[in-house]
């Protein structure tokens, strides 16, 4: 069974859709049910809005202690705001977040978003990027370096430990888009609206032992 953290936003239904489609012979589940999220054999957090509010909501839903006993032992998989919640502390509120990976998430910083030609960049960042693995990894599987994913963000992770980098992707600076422990992988992109390469991302998920 793999389960969809619900903690009341996010785009959970075209993640376990996508999901889903990747592995039709598994049960996909959306739930906030902490006893259904201590059964998962996966769990994936999604994420989608501010960081505060999705605190908030993991944290009135009673699913930070399911959350933290997942990502000690299981397969996991974070998205977007669910890689962020991952860190000790963002400045969106700012917010402390589950702590369970050390570093901070910070936002994009306006004066640093100018190309060498002169063209500024928007904040957030929305739309495509080339993703470029850092090391290998099972989830990189028959994903070429370079591959376009999705992304739609204006904050993004800084850990203290560049190991925990699994992927870069550049805007205009290089940043970490990807982080890998353990039985823990998380990207800052969206793979479930990232066509063939994020197919191929969730695909490798499910098939992961949770070993790098």
């Known amino acids: 069974m793999i389960v969809v953290v619900d903690y009341g936003m996010g785009n959970l239904r075209s993640v376990a ?3 889903a489609h990747v592995a039709p012979d598994r049960e996909v589940i959306v739930s906030a049910d902490p006893v259904i999220i201590g059964r998962a054999e996966r769990v994936v957090l999604p994420g989608q809005s501010a960081m505060p509010d999705c605190m908030q909501g993991l944290a009135a839903r009673g699913l930070v202690g399911p959350v933290r006993e997942a990502l000690r032992e299981r397969p996991f998989l974070g998205i977007c705001l669910g890689l962020q919640m991952l860190f000790e502390r963002s400045e969106e509120g700012p917010t402390d977040c589950l702590g369970v990976v050390p570093g901070r998430v910070v936002r994009f910083r306006g004066e640093r978003m100018v190309l060498p030609d002169g063209t ?3 904040v957030p960042h929305m739309g495509w990027s080339r993703v470029h693995p850092t090391r290998v990894h099972p989830l990189w599987k028959g994903i070429e370096d370079g591959a376009r994913f999705y992304f739609a963000h204006s904050f993004f992770p800084v850990p203290d430990h560049p190991e925990l980098t699994a992927a870069t992707a550049d805007y205009p600076a290089p940043f970490t888009c ?3 422990r353990a039985n823990i992988f998380a990207t800052q992109f969206h793979p479930e609206k990232s066509q063939r390469a994020g197919l191929a991302l969730l695909a490798n ?3 992961w032992n949770g070993r790098e």
Request: glycine residues 0%; without cysteine.
């Open 17 to 19: 859709k996508a999901l």
């Open 205 to 207: 998920f499910v098939a």
């Open 178 to 180: 990807a982080i890998a």
């Open 120 to 122: 500024r960049l928007k």
